[in-house]
Structure formats: C-alpha cells, structure tokens
C-alpha cells in the first residue's frame, strides 16, 4: 500500500491497476519462458545430430563398406572430411560425446558431436568415426530465440494495447457516472444525467443513484421551502413587535430600568430581524430569485453607500480610504451587488478595532476590502459557512459572509480571504 509524505494513500485508476497486474504476470511468464524455450531448441537439435549421426552410420555399414579393402579406406578417410575410419580403438558399442575441437577450415575450435562405433570391414575390426558441427545450430537455435521473443513481445504488446483500448471503452460509463457525481450540486436543481449503459452492474450503480439524488433532492427543497416560509411569516410580526418597541421606548412614564429593558428588547428584536432578512435572502439567492443581470459601474455603488457607512464607522473612530477605478464596470444583479458590497462594508467595520481603517479598492476585474482587526488569521475553513462566527460574542448573525459566497457563487467570480500582520483583505475577482 503506497502513502505520500502528508499521509493520504496514492490513489491508482482502477483500469491501471488491472492492467498493471497483467503486465507484471506477462513479463514473469516472458522472462521465465525464453531460457527455457532455449535449452529446448538446444536439446532437440542436439538429439536430431545425433539421430543423423547414427543413421550415416547405419547406412554405410548397410551399403558403403560391403566392397571394402584396406586400400579403399585410405582413400574413403582422405576424402570424406567428417567420417573417418581408424584402427579398432576398442569401442564396444555405439557412443556419440560432444567435445571442442580445432576446425582447419574455420581456423578455430568449434562444438562438434562424435560419433565412436565398431564397424567390421573384410572380417576386421575398425572404428568409424563421425563429427557434426554444432556451430549452425548455436546460430539457429539463437535466430529461433530471438524470433520467439520478437512475437511474444509482439503479442504482448497487442494484448495490452487491446485490453486497454477495450477497458476504457467498457469503464467509460462508470467515470461518466464518477464526472457527473463529481459535478452534481444539489441546490442548482440539475440533476445528473447518467449515459445509458448496458451493463448491468452500472445500470445499477447509476439507478441507486438516482434514487438517492432524488430522494436528498426532495428534503433539500422541502427544508429550503420551510426556511423560507418561516422567515416570510416572521417578517409581519417581527415589523409589528418593532413598531410596538419603538412606540413604547417613547413613552415617558417609563421608569430608567423598564427603559433599559425596552432598550435591550430593541436590540434582539433587530438582530431577529437581521437574521430573518438574511435568512430570507439566502432562500431566494437558492431559488434563483435574482436572475435579473445588468451593467452595473462598481465605483458608483460603492460611493453612494460610502457615507452611510462612514457614519457607522465613527462609533470606532474607523477611518475609510479608497481607491477606485471609475471604469471598472460588471455584468450583475444590482440587488445582488448591492447586498454585497453592505455585507463586506458591516463585516470591515464590525471586525474592526478602535481607531482603525479599512481600504477599498477596486480593479478593472476586482474589489477589494482591507481592514485591521485581530492580530490572528481567521479559521479558512470555516469562514463562508452559515452562522459561522470567528468570535462569538461580536454582533452580527454569522450569515453575512455567507451570503457574499453564495453571490460570488452565483456569479461565476471568486472571492479570496488574505491575513497580513493585522490586515484582513477580501478580494472578490469578477
């Protein structure tokens, strides 16, 4: 089992690691078959000489040597090159060896087969003696190894080649189901659209899949529907308690205390109705509510939320600085801008420290929000989850940055969070 440094398990393909099997199982039986073949060839070959060997044998003591004399056997050994008949070497029977002897004609010692046999010419005992040269057979022994290797490889190479070609073709169904899995998004309302496939155990990969996706589908739109059900109700009788709040706060008969009381009543009533807006609006971002786009000019929003905002900022004596480029212009949702640039304004201003800043400058493709804040980088992971809070005890319902995803989302941009000494930069890039 293969780790990486960072402990995660390399991952193989599954039609690699099949076919790599394969290869390996091909190669052992490859290299074990070649010496083999070899010394097979080699000892047939060697058994083939030998059978011939006797045969010449056979038939000269058959037809050659019926006429013999003495005479004639000075001549027949003068010119025959390899059969010789010598003096009776006292061989009782036939015995072929192999030995290295010097060849005159090739100048150097060569592998020959002896043949050593009695033979009886006239009623007198001789030895025949009969060499082969196995110099032709190390040379085709080697060309048939060789040739066996060639098509082996050959073959191989074809097998794998086919088997690949063949394995993608049938395994194509079920990375098609892995890609639109990969793709799926359950809040888009797209289901995936698997290919169809005749093999079955995909057809059922892709069947239970379905069934799933449609199920998780129906819960995800039933709580998508109750949340925005429940924020809309809320909106009527959280708008009536604030009217009555703010009726009461003026009343003069109230004593210091119920006026504290009053007082702390306003605020959780406008943090609830923070929240439930928020809620509501992250509904209707789901729904694909603001599917209306135009050209919106980046600089003219953020000026003319700019003093609004600066009056926000004085409670903490946060100065704003900006730097913006006049033509930097989007193809958005004005609501949709709008919301987000106010979500990036309270978040720098919330955030901040006594006595701090907060830079805006916008780009011809981005815009960017620097602000001070905590001498410690925010949690990356966390930071756009919904009711995600870095600290606990700050205002703010943690749907804000949330929000500001899921339009960057809805948008096609990107928003990045950048941590510097004790700057905190968001830069959304259209």
């Not at 390399?10 to 070899?38: C, E, G």
């Not at 700019?306 to 033509?327: G, M, P, S, W, Y």
């Not at 815009?367 to 930071?383: Q, S």
Request: net charge neutral.
């Amino acid at each position: 089992m293969d780790w990486v440094i960072n402990g995660r398990m390399n991952k193989k393909k599954l039609l690699n690691k099949t076919t790599n099997s394969f290869m390996v199982y091909a190669v052992v039986i490859l290299l074990a078959a070649a010496p083999v073949f070899y010394f097979i060839c080699q000892w047939l070959y060697i058994y083939e000489t030998d059978e011939v060997l006797l045969f010449h044998k056979g038939a000269f003591v058959k037809e050659s040597s019926k006429n013999f004399t003495e005479k004639d056997i000075a001549y027949w050994n003068k010119y025959n090159r390899d059969v010789e008949i010598v003096p009776d070497m006292g061989i009782k029977q036939d015995s072929i060896i192999g030995k290295t002897i010097y060849d005159s004609i090739a100048k150097e010692k060569e592998p020959f087969r002896l043949l050593y046999a009695p033979v009886s010419i006239n009623g007198k005992q001789f030895t025949y003696v009969e060499k082969s040269n196995l110099v032709e057979m190390e040379g085709m022994v080697l060309s048939i190894a060789v040739m066996f290797i060639c098509i082996i490889i050959i073959l191989l190479a074809g097998i794998i080649y086919i088997s690949k070609a063949s394995a993608a073709k049938i395994w194509k169904p079920f990375y098609n189901t892995l890609d639109q899995i990969r793709n799926f998004e359950i809040d888009k309302n797209r289901p995936p659209n698997f290919a169809i496939t005749d093999i079955d155990e995909f057809d059922r990969l892709n069947r239970s899949l379905e069934r799933l996706i449609e199920k998780n589908t129906a819960i995800y739109k039933s709580q998508r529907e109750f949340v925005e059900n429940a924020a809309h109700e809320l909106q009527t009788p959280l708008a009536l308690f604030q009217a009555r709040i703010d009726t009461l706060s003026q009343s003069e008969a109230l004593t210091r205390e119920q006026s504290e009381i009053v007082s702390a009543l306003n605020k959780d009533v406008s943090r609830l109705n923070r929240l439930n807006k928020n809620l509501l609006m992250l509904s209707k971002i789901d729904n694909d509510s603001y599917f209306e786009k135009l050209q919106v000019k980046v600089a003219e929003y953020v000026e003319r939320h700019l003093d609004f905002f600066e009056q926000q900022a004085k409670a903490k004596h946060v100065t704003i600085k900006t730097v913006l480029d006049k033509n930097s212009v989007i193809f958005a949702n004005p609501i949709l801008f709008e919301v987000l640039l106010n979500n990036l304004f309270l978040n720098a201003i919330r955030h901040n420290i006594q006595n701090g800043s907060i830079e805006i400058v916008i780009l011809p493709d981005a815009i960017r929000f620097t602000n001070t804040g905590t001498a410690r980088a925010l949690n990356h992971e966390k930071l756009f989850n919904r009711f995600s809070k870095s600290d606990p005890s700050a205002q703010g319902n943690g749907l804000g940055l949330a929000i500001v995803k899921k339009i960057t989302e809805l948008n096609g941009w990107s928003i990045t969070y950048h941590f510097s000494g004790s700057s905190h930069s968001f830069t959304i890039t259209f």
